[in-house]
């Protein structure tokens, strides 16, 4: 887990099947498997500061005057409800904010270890893309 793949919005890249369908160099599949370096690495700042007039001022949401705002409510419950290995970006932020990215990264290599060859366990899939066959994000 590395902290440029924290994205400002509190999404742990490093455990996004974009991510990890590249890191483990499965063929990019249209519609099933997707690459995705993760956000920071690709520069992508968060669109809704540009709204509130905040681009480059804030590194992660959680600074924002306007935290949590109308997006991050949407995301935390897409991410609470949608998927099998929860995830709560405003937590994740939260986290950040109270306690550092050190103990955030901590954290998050426990919670998405694998028990059975300690990869690191897909937050939409719930599977480990080191030890588990992979077809699609969705599992």
Not at 15 to 40: D, F, Q, T, W
Request: charged share 25%; proline share 6%; with cysteine.
């Amino acid at each position: 887990m590395k902290a440029e793949l924290i994205a400002p919005c509190g999404i742990n890249c490093s455990v996004c099947s974009s991510y990890l369908a590249r890191e483990a160099g499965l063929p990019v599949r249209r519609g099933k498997i997707n690459h995705c370096p993760g956000c920071r690495p690709r520069d992508r700042k968060c669109s809704r500061c540009r709204g509130h007039g905040r681009i480059n001022k804030v590194r992660f949401c959680a600074e924002c005057e306007l935290f949590p705002c109308e997006f991050l409510n949407r995301l935390e419950s897409r991410y609470m409800t949608a998927y099998p290995l929860q995830e709560s970006p405003i937590g994740n932020l939260r986290h950040i904010a109270k306690k550092g990215m050190r103990s955030f990264l901590a954290a998050e290599r426990k919670k998405w270890k694998c028990p059975d060859c300690g990869g690191v366990l897909c937050v939409h899939n719930g599977k480990c893309y080191r030890c588990q066959e992979i077809v699609s994000w969705r599992g």
